[in-house]
């Protein structure tokens, strides 16, 4: 069996959070450790589904102290040494890709395309019907716009690079 493989996590931002999900989790988690050799664990923010499963990592850390996990960011570029103390107590390593520098609002695409292309594995939570909730273009504008799902990017991204997807929706 290869070991020191890679797995990330991308998801909706509001996920229904049930004990069924999260014993979902915790058991996909432990067979990439057990059976496919995953040590390296890749976060992003900003979504109910990257929170639950940083909690299950840390929780599967204890048992599995190889375990790493490695929170990816798509914003704060420069950070201070106060502030990287501070994330460095909920993960075990913290870096701003470069090629997310200058990318704007698709600063959360770039970031999870660089975490697909880093993982052998993909876990995702992607209902294929989930819209984000609709928003004004500015304060003026009556009409509302329907933003893109980036879990929906994230996915196809994911399937053009043929990468193992497991999704838990």
């Keep these: 069996m290869d070991t020191n493989k890679t797995a990330c996590f991308i998801g909706h931002?509001?996920?229904?959070?049930?004990?069924?999900?999260?014993?979902?989790?915790?058991n996909t988690v432990e067979d990439?450790?057990?059976?496919?050799?995953?040590?390296?664990?890749?976060?992003?923010s900003r979504?109910?589904?990257?929170?639950?499963?940083?909690?299950?990592?840390?929780?599967?850390?204890?048992?599995?102290?190889?375990?790493?996990?490695?929170?990816?960011?798509?914003?704060?570029?420069?950070?201070?040494?106060?502030?990287?103390?501070?994330?460095?107590?909920?993960?075990d390593d913290t870096y701003f890709p470069e090629k997310v520098s200058g990318a704007g609002r698709a600063s959360y695409v770039e970031r999870n395309q660089i975490m697909i292309n880093q993982s052998d594995y993909c876990i995702f939570y992607?209902?294929?019907?989930?819209?984000p909730p609709r928003r004004k273009n500015s304060r003026r504008d009556l009409l509302d716009y329907q933003p893109k799902s980036g879990t929906k990017i994230?996915?196809?991204?994911?399937?053009?690079?043929?990468?193992?997807?497991?999704?838990?929706?």
């Design 154 to 169: 994230a996915y196809n991204y994911a399937v053009m690079k043929k990468r193992k997807i497991i999704n838990l929706v």
């Design 32 to 44: 990439l450790i057990i059976n496919k050799g995953v040590t390296s664990f890749l976060f992003g």
């Design 126 to 131: 992607y209902d294929e019907n989930y819209l």
């Design 13 to 26: 931002r509001k996920i229904n959070e049930t004990d069924e999900l999260k014993e979902k989790i915790y």
């Design 47 to 91: 979504s109910d589904f990257d929170s639950l499963c940083k909690k299950i990592v840390t929780e599967l850390q204890e048992k599995y102290p190889d375990v790493k996990r490695t929170y990816i960011r798509a914003e704060y570029e420069y950070i201070s040494d106060s502030y990287k103390n501070y994330l460095l107590e909920k993960c």
